[in-house]
């Protein structure tokens, strides 16, 4: 039993590397176009007027990006007090229940997600002129990571050797567990 858990940790682990390095990459265009956008709004002036639009979609696949980072190190709310008063058992099924409600959480933003994305693709970005559905497709995309990452770490929690002692980053100390 501690192999699945130790495979659905691996995976997670292995996602989260490459959604980290899509985030990092995703901030790294985001800087890279707010200094253009200051260079040329008060430096040279250029008449580039995409700048904002595209800085404001960067921080939004960003931001949705990084959510599943913060459920795969267990940087996520939770609710210690309660939690780490329980005995063992019930505190495996408690992080199991609170990944099954974020996974119920996230599917219904993954499947509403994809319909916003539809729809968005019948209206046009006011500087690009393209579809919103590449911007909102963000939305499902992220939602689906989340989901899989909270399958994972729900599969690690049930079927780990040992309950887990917190189901959320323990910010007093400095970091998760």
């Excluded at 995976?11 to 990459?25: D, G, H, T």
Aim: overall charge positive; aromatic content about 14%; glycine content about 8%.
């Amino acid at each position: 039993m501690t192999d699945i858990a130790l495979n659905a940790k691996r995976w997670s682990l292995r996602i989260n590397w490459l959604v980290e390095r899509v985030c990092v990459l995703l901030l790294l265009l985001l800087v890279l176009d707010v200094w253009l956008g200051v260079l040329v709004r008060y430096v040279i002036p250029l008449p580039l007027t995409f700048t904002e639009e595209l800085a404001r979609y960067l921080m939004i696949w960003m931001a949705l990006l990084a959510v599943s980072s913060g459920i795969a190190y267990r940087e996520h709310i939770g609710v210690e007090f309660i939690f780490e008063r329980l005995p063992a058992p019930l505190r495996r099924w408690l992080a199991v229940a609170f990944d099954v409600i974020g996974l119920a959480f996230f599917g219904a933003l993954f499947w509403y997600g994809l319909g916003f994305t539809e729809k968005g693709f019948g209206r046009v970005t006011m500087i690009y002129a393209m579809p919103k559905g590449y911007a909102f497709a963000g939305v499902p995309l992220a939602a689906f990571v989340a989901c899989t990452q909270l399958a994972l770490m729900g599969l690690h929690d049930f079927f780990a050797a040992r309950a887990p002692e917190v189901v959320a980053a323990r910010v007093a100390q400095g970091g998760s567990e």
